[in-house]
């Protein structure tokens, strides 16, 4: 019988002949006309066509196999123990049912694209000759298999040998990145630390006292765990193996896994006899807010009290199967590290780890006690993180890089056994095929369903490259913790490990690191909650070179364990990354400067301030849990995630702010505090919004961005890639987009113009150009921030706009190499609440040697106190004048910078203001000057660089270049910069004291030759300059802004 619905769709049933059917039209309804037989019949159902166009074959292939069909499929696979490839087979053979009076046939299926590009090629040419079917939905476009023989998914297998945690390639026996390596882990004169708690290196690397006494969750715990268990792969293959620090990670690695695997575990895992599994018994975390060791406040002696049992939400629904593969996938990776190195511990343990094994990867079928590989679809070929908690849109994955981890641990943890080559060698090689296999299927389908790619045959409606969840209905652009871009980005890449190298294909990674970049510089939190390190991370897909550089500007706390999309990572294990890149040249990288200083975070518990205490009360304003027994700006544990520490108006991962900010909410986190400490439960004076006009608003100053709740101040950008309506004009450029709103009252810029490169002529296929409407460059076959090809790419670039700009010539060649394209140049980005950095005291600016050597030792870098001339300093090129900060040529005359950023051959920008000697952060000073400025005398003592991110005077609040919230100047602002008032304080040295009435004179003369908003900016620092010279200011160690308005005009 064929029917077509009101939907257009045509349907077809096929039933045992002789038997009558009576169809009715409204409502629709086909019913059997007899009683069936009390065996019952079969009638199978089919769709002839739908909104896909299909082929007429369509048709006669489903009567031709109508009378055979599947009750089941047999699945198995086959790994040999040396074959680099694996198979995973269907067969419907065994399993083939007819229906009475139809010729038998083979079992028609359907195949998806994740199949086919897994198929010999002799079937993969037979499946794309059959006719189109009707069926497309998440998982592509289906295609015909005809199942005369089973279906075999070929997988190749990452390699994983004698050195069983190294990736593809070997870490270079020498040069830059292996030193680096060295220093973050050592320490040397490039690294002052490690960048998660001040000075040290992540071979000083401590666990959080909860995590070596097994108290809390198993997720955040097992990432912990495991980032120990990678610095000590690395210090081995790094040839370290023989140092101190090397057997004290290890025994600190040792014995906290023994904690969480002992039977009288404070967290204990118990064994479900009902779903067959493994889960952890939960913990109320209770630390006595600091004052004591961390414990679980609950009962661990009986089952039934387990609060993870009865709690869907605690330890991420580990307790009802949720993410399983995640938890204890970093667990086994950490019992891999312990089996390299100390054998008999991981026979001790064994027991206790191939259980944590069989409870997500069992390789046996004939195992009565756990299921097969729990969270995998064979089908699919990726993992399913869902429990058995009902979710209405069905099964769900969000991190697809954890579940790559988790299978790839287990081949590791095998490899380690086999290698032995003991009794145990069998062992060991089917849970390395195993692991293998499983993490080759996880890649190839987690490559192909979560990157998306331009016109693709999987997902190609889905309009995001990166699918944040995917459930069995819909994918979505979000994650369990938000919807930002940077966020979707970041949960795909995480743990950094080896084999996340065949996940970051190069091919998706240029359709879309621009966008990812973007996302992330444009929105503070990016940084501000730790995930601005993985931009790095993919940057060195494409270019070591500029990722290196990105590492580097990251700030202090870039791998803090307060963090947590950073706990599990560290400076010394990116690095690694960056150094095992295919296409690395070495000769391309320049050493960062030498390190000048260090800042140290406040060890947990320890108060930060100990005024404005108040009332002690149970509960606070807005209906807050109050904790008494913490202050403002304190180091304390999130709301029930004892793993994760934060200070301040930091944000804990269920989106709740960290008790200790000043007050109840702020605008970056996703929700208010659970828990207030003590004097913090205020109502914050932020929120409070004022209608948006033009002006005035100090420039710099903390505003918030066009319709959002967001703050920006300086040169930041806000969530819509626009640049900051306080900025100043030198930060044109600095963002994706100009300003959309001005409140500066005049000091704002003009909408960017659409750009053309008619007028720039013609340009090589894959040279480095801009971005149309962006300061972003592009080169090769990468896509624009806005889905367009970049201009220079060849017309076989596919991206998910068709391309608006185009700079090659009408017969463009064959595209040369490509060449890693320069980052705009650095700009100091001072984000709201960065790491606190400790307070500087004030400086005495007649005798800066006056001090003890031991203060010394403390406040200065790396150089002794400067005075007198700032030394060699480049010559005036009077053919380049320029106005201090302006963007302008680099020394190659290729590149361009801008103020304090620094050019590709490691010399200052010409354009800088004049610095202290050794403070600029280039590696060397510039090449030649032109803002011609007159040689200063500079007197002080430099206890920080020009535009780092230091503490306002009096204040809980950060600065780098701009003025700080009661309108003074920042510390470490550079000369020129325009605030309300002057510095309180001064780390820069930067006192001058000569006069410049002259220069205020020659420059102004001058001013024609820039653009009216230039004028406006330069106008400014002359009068300062001026004022200063006539001495009409307050005698200060500073340079202060004017306050009198006479002085413009003479200026």
Partial sequence: IEFTLSTGDSWIAFF??????????????????????????????????????????????????AGSYPVASGADYVAHINSETAQVIFDWGNHRRNIPGYPQSDVLQLVWPNHVSLLSEEEKNRVNSGPKTPFKDLRGESKVFIASAPLVLHYELYPIATEEFAGRNPIPMDGLLREMMLEALKGGEHVAGAKYDGAKTDSEFQLPENVKLAVGDTYFSGKLLARLARLVAIAHELDQSNEAFFEEMLSQLADSMEKWLEK?????????????????????????????????????????????????????????????????????????????????????????????????????????????????????????????????????????????????????????????????MDLGCQLRQLGRLLTAMEVHSGDMFWHVRPHAEVMSTYGRPTVGIMWEHVALHQTWF???????????????????????????????????KVSCDSDPSCSKLGWSWLVCIQQAVLSVKDAFECLRRLDDSAFSLRSPAASGNSLTNSLYWFATRSDLTPTDLKAWPKATQVITTPSP???????????????????????????????????????????????????????????????????????????????????????????????????????????????????????????????????????????????????????????????????????????????????????????????????????????????????????????????????LERSRY???????????????????????????????????????????????????????????????????DGSLCPSAPTLVAGTSGCPSPKAYDCTCVAKPVIVGHASCLVGASVRCPGSSQNCSIGCCPDGSTCPSAPLGTVCPSPKKEDCTGQTMIRKYEGFARAASAEMRHFNPFALVALATVLVT????????????????????????GEA
């Fill in 16 to 65: 045992p002949p002789g038997m009558g059917w009576t169809c009715e039209k409204q409502p629709f309804r086909l019913a059997a006309a007899e009683i069936a037989p009390a065996r019952g019949v079969v009638v199978r159902l089919a769709m002839l066509k739908g909104k896909t166009p299909v082929d007429a074959s369509w048709g006669d292939l489903l009567r031709q196999h």
């Fill in 264 to 424: 009288g575990a404070k967290t204990p895992f118990i064994y479900d006899k009902s779903w067959g599994g493994l889960v952890s018994c939960g913990c109320n975390y209770d630390d006595c807010w600091g004052s004591c060791a961390p414990k679980c406040t609950n009962d661990v002696s009986q089952p039934a009290s387990c609060p993870a049992l009865h709690q869907a939400g605690q330890n991420f629904g580990n307790g009802f199967y949720n993410d399983h593969h995640f938890h204890y996938g970093y667990f086994i990776y950490s019992a891999a590290v312990l089996a390299k190195f100390r054998p008999d511990w991981e026979r001790h343990w064994r027991p206790q780890i191939l259980t944590l094994i069989r409870d997500y990867a069992n390789p046996s079928s004939a195992d009565s006690k756990f299921p097969l590989a729990r969270h995998k679809d064979w089908f699919m070929g990726f993992s399913w993180a869902g429990g058995i908690k009902f979710e209405p849109l069905g099964r769900n994955q969000e991190s697809v890089s954890e579940a790559i981890n988790s299978y790839y641990a287990v081949a590791c943890y095998g490899t380690v056994i086999a290698n032995r080559g003991d009794q145990d």
């Fill in 482 to 516: 938000g919807g930002s871009g940077w966020a979707v980005e970041g949960i795909q890449m995480l743990p950094v490990v080896p084999v996340l190298e065949d996940f970051l294909k190069k091919d998706w990674v240029q359709n879309h690191f621009l966008e990812y």
């Fill in 605 to 831: 518990g320890k108060t930060a301030s100990l005024q404005h205490l108040g009332p002690i009360r149970r509960f606070g304003r807005h209906g807050v849990r109050m904790n008494n027994r913490c202050l403002k700006l304190s180091d304390v544990a999130c709301p029930n995630v004892p793993s994760i520490r934060c200070i301040g108006d930091s944000c804990c991962p269920d989106g709740s702010l960290c008790p200790s900010a000043p007050y109840y909410s702020n605008p970056l986190c996703k929700s208010p505090k659970k828990i207030a400490c003590r004097g913090t439960d205020g109502h914050n004076p932020a929120i409070k919004r004022t209608p948006e006009k033009d002006g005035p608003c100090p420039v710099g100053s903390a505003v918030f961005c066009p319709g959002t709740m967001l703050l920006c101040q300086q040169d930041q950008c806000c969530p819509d890639g626009s640049l900051c309506p306080s900025a100043p004009l030198s930060a044109t450029g600095r963002c994706l987009k100009d300003k959309v709103h001005d409140c500066t009252g005049g000091l704002g810029q003009k909408p960017a113009e659409k750009q053309s490169y008619d007028v720039l002529g013609e340009c090589q296929v894959g040279a480095p150009v801009k971005c149309p409407n962006s300061n972003l460059k592009c080169w090769g076959q990468m896509c624009c921030a806005d889905g367009r090809p970049c201009p220079s790419a060849s017309k076989s670039t596919k991206c998910w706009k068709e391309k608006e700009v185009d700079c090659l010539p009408k017969e463009a060649e064959a595209p040369p190499p490509a060449e890693p394209f320069e980052e705009p140049p650095e700009v100091p980005r001072d984000h």
């Fill in 838 to 904: 400790p307070e500087e005291p004030s400086v005495d600016p007649v005798d800066p040697q006056a001090r003890s050597g031991e203060d010394h030792a403390e406040h200065v870098r790396t150089e002794a106190p400067t005075t007198g001339t700032t030394g060699a300093q480049a010559e005036c090129d009077e053919s380049r004048k320029c106005v201090m900060g302006a963007s302008v040529l680099c020394p190659d005359k290729k590149s361009r910078c801008a103020g304090m950023g620094c050019c590709p």
């Fill in 1025 to 1048: 300059v001026a004022a200063l010279a006539k001495g009409r200011q307050r005698r200060s160690m500073y340079l202060t802004v004017a306050s009198s308005e006479g002085e413009a």
